[in-house]
């Protein structure tokens, strides 16, 4: 078990040559990559930088874990790539092709299961397959048997077997976050986007769900970025852990950590991975101290 | 349950019992029924005149629950414009404030004057009563979309179309039906206003001749008959909404217009 420290900001962070928004990335090796990229809210004079200049690049299939005190900006760089936010200056690529203008299927999961209450859970979790495409195309012709039996497998696969005719409100807080990730899979996301989706929940279901999480990464390989406050899920779940400054975010540590899969929960009592888990506190709490000055401009 | 069905039955009680102490103190006082008339006296009219009364209650049912459906169509078509698109809803909403603010009997004799007296005003009346309740919940239950939710459907690159027809539409289901009972107790106002101030059939109008004569008992059966609408058109939305929108009604009570 290794924890070797990649220090960051070493590429050739050459922006592309101003061509516009066609720009091709500079590293297609990388499946999703942000390059100098900043968000900024609001105009002059109250404008407010919730990310500093940031460039991150994710290789395919990878699992990442972005760590850092509240309101740092993980939540912003999960947006600028799942698309839903645009950067205020600077590139977000996925797949080799800017944000927004890629087919990528995409998965995201939050803290709140978000599930729709007249819906039941198999009709929740089948929702993406109603627009993404090409499922949507024949979501009429195959809702009653082949995504039926596609959502059933799912749910049972997260120990929700015999649930998909239930309504979200009889279910409990565990057992919506385990429909919320089958939400997120079901239409067979290359990347997969997941905003604190276990913070909610007690210590004993949330260490099950890691473990269901991980069954799920293995058995399917998406490339996951998966936003958290709790560094056990971190170094459980990530093979490489970026660690970002307060308010405006930037990465102030990027750490591949390599430990054999299928992890187990013991693992994470282990010295290796204790010192681990202190090393990132220390950043943490050395970021939060760490305010730059002019965060708001 | 048996808690429900002791309500049900003081709030039959207490019904009852409004009527019999009317009845108590009208007899007690020896109060003239071109004052007041007794409960009793009330019903006695309501049944003899009863072949009288028909047409015009039909009238006034007809004229309120046409008003009342192309309210509702209207008010939707603008709750949905108003509720999905923020510049409609900054634009529009002011003139709509403007709009609902104004007393709508005020807008009656204007019917008449390009409608003439009768059906068309009754029936436009009540539309416009209709049309602001339905607009300000539907496009509220539009608004009040959870984020997080529009997130997950940006991400799989929802259109705004299927946003709206997938979370929006039924998110907002609850919010229009309760809408909807409010809605059709303001357009049956709005009718017997008009048929008040220009018709020539219709409760409100029979009430008018009614009184004019010093028939009071007629009056107040007018008034009965109205109650009696009132309550039946209200219980029947009541009962379509919990039908509806029963998921709803699990967690939280929500607003009505």
Same mark, same amino acid.
């Given at each position: 078990?290794?924890?070797?420290?990649?220090?960051?900001?070493?590429?050739?962070?050459?922006?592309?040559?101003?061509?516009?928004?066609?720009?091709?990335?500079?590293?297609?090796?990388?499946?999703?990559?942000?390059?100098?990229?900043?968000?900024?809210?609001?105009?002059?004079?109250?404008?407010?930088?919730?990310?500093?200049?940031?460039?991150?690049?994710?290789?395919?299939?990878?699992?990442?874990?972005?760590?850092?005190?509240?309101?740092?900006?993980?939540?912003?760089?999960?947006?600028?790539?799942?698309?839903?936010?645009?950067?205020?200056?600077?590139?977000?690529?996925?797949?080799?092709?800017?944000?927004?203008?890629?087919?990528?299927?995409?998965?995201?999961?939050?803290?709140?299961?978000?599930?729709?209450?007249?819906?039941?859970?198999?009709?929740?979790?089948?929702?993406?397959?109603?627009?993404?495409?090409?499922?949507?195309?024949?979501?009429?012709?195959?809702?009653?048997?082949?995504?039926?039996?596609?959502?059933?497998?799912?749910?049972?696969?997260?120990?929700?077997?015999?649930?998909?005719?239930?309504?979200?409100?009889?279910?409990?807080?565990?057992?919506?976050?385990?429909?919320?990730?089958?939400?997120?899979?079901?239409?067979?996301?290359?990347?997969?986007?997941?905003?604190?989706?276990?913070?909610?929940?007690?210590?004993?279901?949330?260490?099950?769900?890691?473990?269901?999480?991980?069954?799920?990464?293995?058995?399917?390989?998406?490339?996951?970025?998966?936003?958290?406050?709790?560094?056990?899920?971190?170094?459980?779940?990530?093979?490489?852990?970026?660690?970002?400054?307060?308010?405006?975010?930037?990465?102030?540590?990027?750490?591949?950590?390599?430990?054999?899969?299928?992890?187990?929960?013991?693992?994470?009592?282990?010295?290796?991975?204790?010192?681990?888990?202190?090393?990132?506190?220390?950043?943490?709490?050395?970021?939060?101290?760490?305010?730059?000055?002019?965060?708001?401009? | 349950?048996?808690? %429900? /069905?002791?309500?049900?039955?003081?709030?039959? =009680? $207490?019904? +009852? &019992?409004?009527?019999? @102490?009317?009845? *108590? #103190?009208?007899?007690?006082?020896?109060?003239?029924?071109?004052?007041?008339?007794?409960?009793?006296?009330?019903?006695?009219?309501?049944?003899?005149?009863?072949?009288?009364?028909?047409?015009?209650?039909?009238? %006034? /049912?007809?004229?309120?629950?046409?008003?009342? =459906? $192309?309210? +509702? &169509?209207?008010?939707? @078509?603008?709750? *949905? #414009?108003?509720?999905?698109?923020?510049?409609?809803?900054?634009?529009?909403?002011?003139?709509?404030?403007?709009?609902?603010?104004?007393?709508?009997?005020?807008?009656?004799?204007?019917?008449?004057?390009?409608?003439?007296?009768?059906?068309?005003?009754?029936?436009?009346?009540?539309?416009?009563?209709?049309?602001?309740?339905?607009? *300000?919940?539907?496009?509220?239950?539009?608004?009040?979309?959870?984020?997080?939710?529009?997130?997950?459907?940006?991400?799989?690159?929802?259109?705004?179309?299927?946003?709206?027809?997938?979370?929006?539409?039924?998110?907002?289901?609850?919010?229009?039906?309760?809408?909807?009972?409010?809605?059709?107790?303001?357009?049956?106002?709005?009718? *017997?206003?008009?048929?008040?101030?220009?018709?020539?059939?219709?409760?409100?109008?029979?009430?008018?001749?009614?009184?004019?004569?010093?028939?009071?008992?007629?009056?107040?059966?007018?008034?009965?008959?109205?109650?009696?609408?009132?309550?039946?058109?209200?219980?029947?939305?009541?009962?379509?909404?919990?039908?509806?929108?029963?998921?709803?009604?699990?967690?939280?009570?929500?607003?009505?217009?």
């Amino acid at each position: 078990m290794s924890a070797a420290v990649v220090p960051f900001g070493q590429q050739p962070a050459a922006p592309p040559p101003s061509a516009g928004p066609a720009a091709e990335p500079i590293h297609l090796d990388s499946y999703v990559e942000l390059e100098r990229t900043t968000v900024t809210y609001g105009r002059e004079p109250n404008v407010v930088r919730a990310l500093a200049e940031t460039s991150l690049r994710i290789a395919k299939g990878d699992f990442v874990a972005l760590v850092g005190p509240s309101g740092c900006g993980k939540s912003t760089i999960l947006k600028l790539v799942g698309g839903i936010l645009r950067a205020s200056s600077g590139y977000v690529y996925v797949a080799g092709r800017e944000v927004d203008a890629e087919p990528v299927r995409i998965g995201m999961a939050f803290q709140n299961p978000t599930m729709l209450p007249w819906l039941t859970i198999r009709d929740n979790v089948m929702m993406p397959l109603k627009i993404v495409p090409p499922f949507r195309g024949e979501y009429r012709r195959k809702r009653k048997t082949e995504f039926r039996d596609r959502v059933e497998a799912l749910l049972a696969q997260v120990g929700l077997k015999g649930f998909g005719d239930k309504h979200p409100w009889q279910l409990s807080g565990g057992m919506l976050q385990r429909a919320s990730l089958c939400r997120a899979l079901v239409h067979d996301p290359q990347l997969l986007l997941l905003d604190e989706p276990f913070g909610a929940l007690d210590q004993f279901t949330r260490e099950e769900l890691w473990s269901i999480m991980q069954q799920l990464w293995i058995t399917r390989r998406p490339t996951v970025l998966l936003v958290t406050h709790d560094l056990r899920e971190a170094g459980y779940l990530a093979n490489r852990i970026c660690v970002m400054s307060a308010r405006p975010g930037r990465i102030v540590d990027d750490r591949v950590f390599e430990a054999p899969r299928p992890r187990t929960l013991a693992m994470t009592y282990e010295p290796d991975f204790v010192a681990m888990t202190q090393r990132l506190r220390e950043l943490i709490v050395e970021a939060r101290t760490d305010e730059p000055a002019g965060s708001t401009a | 349950m048996s808690s %429900t /069905l002791k309500r049900k039955i003081a709030s039959v =009680v $207490l019904i +009852v &019992g409004l009527f019999v @102490v009317w009845e *108590v #103190l009208c007899l007690a006082f020896g109060v003239s029924d071109t004052v007041l008339p007794r409960p009793s006296q009330i019903f006695v009219t309501l049944w003899q005149r009863f072949p009288a009364l028909w047409p015009h209650t039909v009238q %006034t /049912l007809y004229t309120t629950l046409l008003g009342f =459906v $192309l309210g +509702v &169509g209207i008010g939707i @078509v603008i709750g *949905v #414009l108003i509720g999905w698109s923020k510049l409609a809803y900054d634009v529009a909403y002011p003139l709509l404030v403007g709009f609902s603010s104004i007393p709508k009997v005020a807008v009656v004799p204007i019917f008449v004057l390009y409608f003439g007296a009768g059906t068309v005003p009754a029936v436009l009346t009540a539309l416009i009563m209709s049309i602001f309740p339905v607009v *300000v919940n539907v496009a509220t239950g539009l608004a009040t979309t959870e984020p997080e939710l529009e997130d997950v459907m940006k991400t799989l690159r929802a259109t705004k179309f299927d946003i709206l027809w997938n979370v929006g539409l039924p998110r907002a289901m609850p919010y229009f039906f309760a809408s909807l009972k409010v809605a059709v107790t303001l357009s049956f106002v709005g009718s *017997v206003i008009s048929e008040t101030v220009a018709s020539n059939r219709g409760i409100g109008n029979m009430m008018m001749i009614a009184s004019s004569s010093f028939d009071v008992p007629l009056v107040f059966a007018g008034l009965f008959i109205l109650a009696a609408l009132g309550i039946l058109l209200y219980g029947v939305f009541s009962l379509i909404e919990g039908r509806v929108t029963g998921w709803a009604h699990r967690k939280t009570e929500f607003a009505m217009g």
